[in-house]
């Protein structure tokens, strides 16, 4: 099928034309006072927009339900696996710190040296040029290999990575639970197990006066699927009965899963936020509430946000519209 029949049936918003010229994304906010220029730009309404459309995909619905799974979703899950499996490939090193295990920056080195090709494998051969500029976004998805930390930022980029796709027409609008359930959600796990097998460090985590130490969106979005549910309120995460018996069905329960495995005391200690959000009346308010959250704390924050990346797809420049 010839390609000018092949993009008849969708918007020009869906599928670029071709001549669109890509870039290497390079960080814009330099200083404090640059925050107003991303809070106008393209990127921060783009961005947002992206998380709260995949917000009310996921409503009310379980990561056990059935969904479409297109070609590029495989593709991406694939990917992800080959980060795990070079994990399985680059174990921890004896070292006399605890924190912080060197051989992160062997697994990140090999990261840096194959993203562009993983990501070759995921788009087609026409949007062969975007390649460099997208993988700048998944090489910044992983933690620091200076720092050998993790923290919101990182996660932040990954779905600037998934934006990007959609962006470029790789990813749909039928691709949404998918993206959240099977590209996110394995994202995640791979996530937990370069925490805990390198002992990474969180980014500027506010300790116990943050939601978690490494992880927001799964928080939003898992809210959104408890919206509605017929008997596990707010209340109900911090037994750990309810979590055991339903975290295979629910992002915020996994989470919560996770949080107990890494942390030992009483989870009103450990996780303060997280308790106090117990105790919100409904899953609706939860989510409201963590979306005002996540613009104050992770959006709107300087150390945050200076280490974004802007280019031809997640733009600097004020918005038009």
Known sequence: MAESERRAGTSEEVAPPPQQSFMIPK???NMVSDMAKWKRSQAYADYMGFILTLNEGVRGKKLTCEYK???PIEKLVALLNTLDRWIDETPPVDQPSRFGNKAFRTWYAKLDQEAEKLVATVIPKHLADAAPEVAVYLKESVGNSTR???GTGHEAAFAAFLCCLCKIG?????DQMAIVFKVFNRYLEVM?????????????SQGVW???DFQFLPFIWGSSQLIDHPNLEPRHFVDEKVVNENHKDFMFLECILFITEMKTGPFAEHSNQLWNISAVPSWSKVNQGLIRMYKAECLEKFPVIQHFKFGSLLPIQPVTS
């Open 27 to 29: 960080k814009e906010i």
């Open 69 to 71: 799974v297109s070609e």
């Open 192 to 204: 937990r197990k370069l925490q805990k097998t390198y002992r990474m460090e969180p980014a500027g």
């Open 170 to 174: 790789v990813l749909r609008v039928d």
């Open 210 to 212: 943050g939601l978690d």
């Open 148 to 150: 050998i930390d993790y």
